[in-house]
C-alpha cells in the first residue's frame, strides 16, 4: 500500500486496520481462522463439520432507497419511517447471538436482493453502487460498521458486488469494471481478511443486463479483481449460480471458492447430486463449496437441504425472504434481524447442534 492510498483512507479506518483480528484462508476444500479449522475437531452424527462454514443471507444489512415512491414501503412499525442506519445498528446488535449459535459467516450484498423477497418488477433504487461505477460514500460507511464488527467477533462476511434486480441502474461495462474494481481496492485498502469476495449474485439469472456479469465472461472480473494486491495479499474470489445450477468451467477454473443455491430444490437428493457434479467440472480442484443461500427448511426432519450439503461436507446458507412486518425472515425491510420466528429459532437450533457452538 503506498503512501498516497493511505493517506486517502480515513483515519479510523486506517487505524482499524493495524490491529485487524480475523484472518480467513482456505486450505484445499475447508475454511480456517487464524490458522486454526473451523469448528475444529468438531463431528456431528459421523459428518466432518471442521472447515466448514455455515452461513445466512443476511444481504439487507446496508439497505437503502433513494426512491421516494417506494421509500415508505420499509417504514418500521414504531415509527412509521424508513431508518437506514437504524436496520445497520440492529443488525450489528444481533451478531454476537448468531455467532453464539454457530453462524461464522453472512452474506451481504452493495445492491441488497429484492426487499419483497421474489419480485418480478423492482421500481426501488437500493445500491450502492452509482451510475458511473463509483461506491456511495454512505452505504460504505455502514458496510464499514459491519465489518469492524465481524472482525471483532471471528466472523466471516461474504461481500457480494452486483444483484441482478438493481444491475441495469450501472450504465455500462466500462462502469461495472469501475465498481469492482473500487470494491476490491477499499476492502483491500481496509484491511479487511475476514471476507470473501462474490462478484454478483446468481450469474445466471437471464435478468443481468450486463453481459460481463453473465455465467460466460463473469470469470473476467473474478480475475480482475485477484489480479488486485496489497502488500502481497489479494482477496478470495468467486461468484453464485441460481437454484439447483452447477457451475461453468470457466468460473470453475478462476475461482478461490464455488457458491451454490438450494432455491427451488425440494428434493434434498439434488443437494447431494448438485455438490458431487460440481466437483466434476472441468476446472475442480479441492476447493470448499458453499450454499450461500436456500430458502428450504425442514429443520426438523432427519434429512434436509441443510444436512444434505453438509453431508456432501458442503457449507450451507439460511435464506428466509419472510415479508415485510418487521418480524418474518431477514431479507424484507423493515428487517428484525433477531431470532424473532419460529423458522429462525429452528435453524439456529439444529445449526447450533451440527457446530457444537
Given amino acids: 500500500m503506498n503512501r498516497r492510498t493511505v493517506l486517502s483512507l ?55 432507497d433513494s426512491n421516494p415512491e417506494t421509500r415508505n414501503r420499509w417504514a418500521y412499525p414504531d415509527t412509521k419511517r424508513w431508518d437506514a442506519d437504524r436496520n445497520t445498528r440492529e443488525f450489528i446488535a444481533a451478531m454476537p447471538e448468531w455467532k453464539r449459535h454457530g453462524l461464522l459467516s453472512f452474506t451481504i450484498n ?41 472482525d471483532e467477533l471471528g466472523m466471516v462476511a461474504i461481500v457480494g458486488g452486483y444483484y441482478f434486480g438493481q444491475d441495469q441502474r450501472v450504465k455500462d461495462e466500462a462502469a461495472v469494471k469501475r465498481s469492482i474494481e473500487l470494491l476490491t481496492g477499499w476492502l483491500l485498502d ?38 488486485m494486491t496489497r502488500r502481497g495479499r489479494r482477496l478470495l474470489v468467486g461468484t453464485s449460480y441460481g437454484g439447483g445450477a452447477v457451475p461453468l468451467p470457466n468460473v470453475v477454473k478462476a475461482s478461490d471458492y464455488l457458491l451454490l443455491h438450494g432455491n427451488g430444490v425440494k428434493d434434498p437428493a439434488r443437494i447431494t447430486e448438485m455438490v458431487r457434479q460440481t466437483r466434476q467440472v472441468d476446472g475442480y480442484r479441492p476447493m470448499p463449496i458453499l450454499f ?5 427448511f425442514n429443520f426438523d426432519q432427519p434429512l434436509n ?33 433477531g431470532l424473532s420466528t419460529d423458522r429462525k429459532r429452528a435453524f439456529f437450533g439444529l445449526l447450533k447442534q451440527v457446530t457444537g457452538a
Fill in 305 to 337: 437441504n441443510m444436512m444434505a450439503a453438509v453431508g456432501e461436507y458442503a457449507s450451507w446458507g439460511y435464506f428466509d425472504p419472510g415479508a415485510s412486518d418487521y418480524s418474518d425472515g431477514y431479507q424484507c425491510p423493515p428487517v428484525n434481524w
Fill in 190 to 227: 481496509h484491511d479487511y481478511r475476514n471476507v470473501l469476495l462474490e462478484i454478483d449474485n446468481e450469474c445466471n439469472v437471464k435478468a443481468y443486463d450486463h453481459d460481463i456479469l453473465k455465467p460466460e465472461r463473469v470469470h473476467e472480473l473474478i480475475l480482475m479483481a485477484k489480479q
Fill in 10 to 64: 480515513p483515519l479510523a479506518a486506517a487505524a482499524a486496520a493495524a490491529t485487524r483480528k480475523t484472518d480467513l484462508a482456505i486450505e484445499k476444500d475447508g475454511f480456517r481462522i487464524n490458522g486454526k479449522p473451523t469448528y475444529a475437531g468438531r463431528r456431528y452424527r459421523d459428518l466432518k463439520i471442521e472447515g466448514l462454514l455455515m452461513n445466512s443471507r443476511m444481504v439487507q444489512g446496508i439497505f437503502d
Fill in 110 to 150: 452493495l445492491q441488497g436482493g429484492s426487499p419483497e423477497g421474489y419480485s418480478k418488477g423492482q421500481p426501488w433504487e437500493t445500491g450502492a453502487i452509482a451510475a458511473d461505477g463509483t461506491l456511495k460514500p454512505a452505504y460504505m460507511r455502514r458496510l464499514e460498521l459491519i465489518l469492524n464488527r465481524a
Fill in 292 to 296: 450461500n443461500e436456500d430458502d428450504h
